[in-house]
């Protein structure tokens, strides 16, 4: 998400280091900083792989949303049908900011990321109607980074999009623009990233409106992993967020249309191939807009501009904040559950929401 640079530096895992040169007697000179930088880069080095995962559970409060009209009891709009949401809040200073969402495979448990450098998992407690009632069994943990940790600049932890297979996650950062791969398991993130494609860094993105969504594409023939990466408003020569199907070796470029100022956050595949998009909206005259639209998966090419129908537009006549995570998954019935998060940036006067619906096949 776009939000304000840092006004000052970080101190990081192992604080600021003062690097004076300390001259002793004779004609050897030795340079502190050198020294201290071989120290502490040792340190991390032995800390990164003998210290424990630092996943630890958290604590986090969820009361329940029953009308997402304001005022108003429906519960059908368009093709969505609202199952009920949860605004969630934790004493856990680190809870917050969250950019992507995911269900893991087969599972009724999310994954979320946040634009701090942590990502979150819990389990949606459910009444006898589906609707959610509940978190348990949350943890927050560091997202891994080369050496074992991120740096803890903004620069460096910055984290908008997930995607999860079976074995497998991706994570996009924006301000340093890359796609890391991770190893998942149990539903952690294990292991240092590897880049997914290098070429991502060089791509002339905007340094606070980079990569906001990631999808992974339906199987190929030639079974390669693709990635659907779009850009939050790192806008093409027509006014177009910039978008991106991406290999391992190899970056297609394509656009998705920008109408009424909405910006890209968050995409996923849908069972049946088709992909939806998430878009937020905010201005100080008429607060936050969320939309929901569906674009077919057969348009989805090198060279294409991609539109298509919207299923949902809410704005703050809705309970809605800041939107910007989005999932799926299947019920128990064979239904398709979408649900949406939004990132509270850290602020008192905004909200942690998760919102359900089922959607009309």
Not at 270 to 296: N, Y
Request: hydrophobic content about 40%; overall charge negative.
């Amino acid at each position: 998400m776009q939000d304000a640079e840092p006004n000052d530096r970080p101190a990081g895992r192992f604080g600021r280091v003062d690097r004076p040169g300390t001259k002793f007697p004779g004609s050897c000179t030795v340079s502190l900083s050198r020294l201290t930088l071989a120290i502490t880069m040792a340190l991390a080095l032995f800390l990164s792989h003998s210290a424990p995962s630092s996943a630890e559970p958290v604590t986090i409060n969820a009361a329940r949303i029953l009308n997402f009209r304001l005022g108003d009891n429906s519960v059908e709009f368009g093709k969505l049908h609202f199952m009920g949401g949860l605004a969630l809040s934790s004493p856990d200073k680190d809870f917050g900011g969250l950019s992507g969402l995911r269900f893991l495979p087969d599972q009724d448990r999310i994954i979320a990321v946040s634009d701090a450098g942590h990502f979150f998992t819990a389990a949606i407690k459910r009444d006898i109607l589906g609707a959610p009632v509940d978190l348990s069994d949350a943890t927050r943990d560091a997202i891994p980074g080369i050496g074992g940790f991120l740096s803890g600049l903004k620069q460096d932890s910055d984290c908008e999009a997930i995607e999860v297979s079976d074995t497998r996650a991706w994570l996009a950062f924006e301000r340093k623009h890359r796609i890391d791969a991770y190893d998942l398991q149990s539903g952690k993130l294990v292991g240092e990233p590897h880049p997914f494609n290098d070429t991502i860094r060089k791509l002339k993105l905007s340094s606070n409106r980079g990569i906001e969504a990631l999808a992974l594409l339906p199987a190929s023939s030639q079974g390669a992993t693709r990635l659907l990466a779009i850009t939050e408003e790192s806008l093409d020569a027509a006014g177009n967020m910039r978008a991106f199907i991406v290999t391992a070796d190899a970056i297609q470029p394509l656009s998705l249309k920008r109408t009424d100022d909405f910006d890209a956050t968050d995409a996923v595949f849908m069972p049946d191939g088709d992909l939806l998009v998430l878009e937020r909206r905010f201005s100080v005259k008429t607060g936050p807009a969320m939309r929901l639209r569906r674009i077919a998966g057969s348009t989805i090419m090198e060279g294409a501009l991609l539109d298509g129908e919207i299923l949902l537009e809410a704005d703050n006549t809705y309970r809605i904040d800041n939107m910007e995570g989005l999932a799926i998954r299947r019920d128990t019935d064979g239904n398709t559950v979408i649900a949406i998060i939004s990132d509270d940036n850290f602020s008192v006067l905004q909200t942690t929401l998760l919102l359900e619906f089922k959607i009309s096949d």
